[in-house]
């Protein structure tokens, strides 16, 4: 059985800076039609750069949607028609200060299918070299060398509940052979 949903009718019912909202009339395999709330975000990306004696550089900074302040991989939104790899490039920098000699795609991931498009695309950045970083003025954040398996142990307590940070640093694991 192939399973689809095929559009019917769409609503814009907010626009915003970073996303936009809409409703939309679909109609299922059995015939019925039910509304899907549509969160249209233009993807991002998230970075683990991993410094020569093992530690990941992090970021620590609060984020108002879950009132907590969060320990993070370095990520950031695609500017419109920006290479994924430009903008972990970017990314990187501005929030960490550092340079990269070496930056592997790890893979994307939808971040909520439930009812958001954005796609996050996960890089591991390694041979760094440090420098200041330079976050855009409306962020506030400090950054955070952390070893890796404490990074790992950090997720597997639910001390780290990011789903790019999890996911980012799972895949790296792997990736690794760690």
Known sequence: ME?????VSSERVFSGRVINVRCDMVELINGKHVSREVVEHPGGVAIVPLAENGDVLMVRQYRYCVSDEL???PAGKLEEGEDPFDC???ELSEETGCRAGRIVPLGAMYTSPGFSRETLYIYL???LE???????EDEFL???RVPFEEVVDKIMSGEIKDGKTIVGILKAKVFLGK
Do not use: N, W
């Open 71 to 73: 320990l993070e991989i």
């Open 88 to 90: 972990a490039v970017r």
């Open 3 to 7: 399973f689809y949903e095929k559009q």
């Open 142 to 144: 400090s950054v955070v």
């Open 130 to 136: 440090e420098g200041q970083c330079h976050p855009d």
């Open 125 to 127: 950045a390694t041979q």
